[in-house]
């Protein structure tokens, strides 16, 4: 295993978190715009602790989608390393281990009454604590179907992974590669 199962849910939530956004989303349209749709978010990802069901919850999170995209995007690691630990210290991550929900001891970073956009930003901060950590940056691409903007992150054993999960981009690339084949002969 490359990461802890709690580092990489977080990862995962991330990704679909910033996949919502208008130009990563499969529909080319913003997926985060409804209360319906941050509850279908929330509860897929498996984030516990209180939810307000605000106007301002969402916008919060709705925002906070710019800032883990950037983590993709910053080149030099320094920057990312500075990203995190302002979201770390913005949250006020205070670190402690729990146990619920059958996933055994792990670290949830700020309480469970934090804003819910805080719980997200830090523990997704937290996770990429661990991808630096583990020099596993690379790990953490965009989409390499030419006409995609979503972000995935490689689980995979031999960093071969290339295409995100949103819009069938790896089939899409296939076929387009194997039809100009089929046409240059």
């Given at each position: ?8 849910l ?20 913003d ?7 941050l ?11 209180d ?8 916008e ?41 929900d ?37 790990r ?33 690339m ?12």
């Open positions: 295993m490359l990461f802890t199962h709690d580092v990489e977080s990862l995962a939530a991330a990704t679909t978190l910033v996949n919502t956004l208008p130009d990563a989303s499969h529909s080319g349209e997926e985060l715009r409804t209360m319906t749709q509850d279908a978010w929330f509860d897929g990802e498996g984030f516990t602790g939810r307000l069901h605000t106007t301002v919850e969402l919060s999170l709705r925002a906070l989608r710019l800032r883990l995209r950037a983590l993709w995007e910053t080149e030099r690691e320094i920057e990312v390393v500075s990203a995190v630990n302002g979201m770390l210290a913005e949250g006020g991550a205070l670190p402690r281990l729990v146990d619920h059958g996933f055994g001891w792990h670290i949830h970073a700020n309480a469970p009454d934090a804003p819910l956009a805080d719980r997200v930003m830090v523990e997704i901060a937290m996770a990429w604590v661990d991808v630096l950590r583990q020099g596993e940056r690379a953490m691409k965009r989409c390499a179907a030419d006409d995609c903007e979503a972000v995935l992150v490689d689980f995979s054993r031999n960093r071969s992974k290339r295409f995100c999960d949103v819009g069938n981009c790896g089939n899409r296939h076929v387009r590669a194997f039809r100009a084949r089929s046409a240059a002969s």
